[in-house]
């Protein structure tokens, strides 16, 4: 009679084993996944569709998997045909919240809204200047001293400031003036000051404490890194088409200028295409607060996403034009 029982009892005991597999297995949140989600938490059952049926091809529409509560299983639900910026929207996917906004459609493909009368014009791509010119979101102020804008921080020792305050004071600009950045040399007083205005940039060398000409040959042009470019007829144009101008060069018949070799630096609406193809638009919305730092040659641009003790950025790389996310955290997170 014992073994008659034990006999039974291992009987029920490998049935519902075999009901446990054909039904369902643990899904990552800890409910039961069974053959169509059904009984994963309500939140999770679209990411569970989704995620079960991501290789089942579907080229009769655009759509998405959802789960079908009245069904009780996945469908695949068409989201009709996308042809613009509010189709991509109503169909649910990501938008940036820029100006004018974008929209990530199926297959990577980006769609932009149209904005015919906009009521407020858009906040100029780096943010707000103040009074001075001064680009504050990048960290920059007024230094009365100077005369120009500064990063506090980087123009502390009274040589650097001497030397930032012969530059900007040979140059002659007025307010809006920034200084990029100063670089000693290997002897006393000299330096490397970089200073701009605007879309101007000029580097002012340094050499015991006196401005020294620009002037360079095609040989030191070459050594340098740069190539040497015609100015002929280039009057009130930018003979190096946006790269680095390393001074005159002598030596020459015609007038030629020494422009640097190296890569352009990429513009902010170039840094903001970067970005929306990359992993920072899963994160968090890409925002129209954004500096480039001219030593690394990276594009900040600031990401509306929340972690608690982190302000997040997508960091743009101009030299492999790829980007990534720095959430820039203070150590401080709960």
């Not at 169509?36 to 998405?64: I, M, W």
């Amino acid at each position: 009679m014992a073994d008659r029982s034990l006999l039974i009892l291992a009987g029920l005991i490998a049935v519902m084993s075999l009901l446990v597999l054909l039904t369902g297995s643990k899904s990552h949140d800890g409910g039961m996944v069974g053959g169509d989600c059904g009984t994963v938490s309500p939140e999770g059952r679209d990411e569970c569709c989704g995620r079960k049926n991501a290789d089942t091809p579907h080229d009769t529409c655009v759509g998405s998997w959802r789960y079908d509560g009245k069904e009780g299983k996945c469908e695949y639900v068409c989201h009709g045909s996308i042809t613009n910026f509010q189709e991509c929207a109503d169909a649910g996917y990501p938008v940036m919240e820029s100006y004018p906004r974008r929209c990530r459609g199926p297959e990577g493909k980006s769609y932009t809204e149209v904005i015919d009368e906009p009521l407020d014009p858009p906040k100029p791509i780096g943010g707000d200047r103040d009074e001075h010119g001064c680009l504050t979101p990048a960290g920059y102020s007024w230094d009365g001293e100077i005369g120009a804008c500064t990063r506090s921080w980087e123009i502390k020792d009274e040589n650097v400031r001497r030397a930032a305050t012969t530059a900007v004071d040979h140059v002659g600009w007025d307010d809006g003036v920034t200084v990029v950045g100063v670089e000693a040399g290997g002897c006393p007083g000299c330096y490397y000051v970089t200073v701009e205005k605007g879309s101007d940039r000029v580097e002012v060398e340094l050499n015991n404490w006196t401005v020294r000409d620009r002037s360079i040959t095609p040989e030191e042009c070459r050594l340098k890194g740069g190539e040497t470019v015609s100015t002929v007829g280039e009057s009130g144009e930018d003979p190096c088409n946006g790269r680095y101008n390393m001074g005159e060069v002598t030596g020459l018949i015609s007038p030629h200028v020494c422009c640097d070799a190296g890569p352009r630096p990429i513009s902010s609406e170039e840094a903001v295409d970067v970005a929306w193809e990359s992993e920072c638009v899963e994160v968090g919305a890409l925002t129209d607060r954004m500096y480039r730092n001219e030593d690394t040659r990276t594009w900040w641009i600031d990401l509306d996403a929340e972690k608690a003790g982190c302000s997040p950025a997508c960091v743009v790389y101009e030299d492999t034009m790829t980007a990534e996310v720095n959430w820039r955290c203070t150590g401080l997170v709960a």
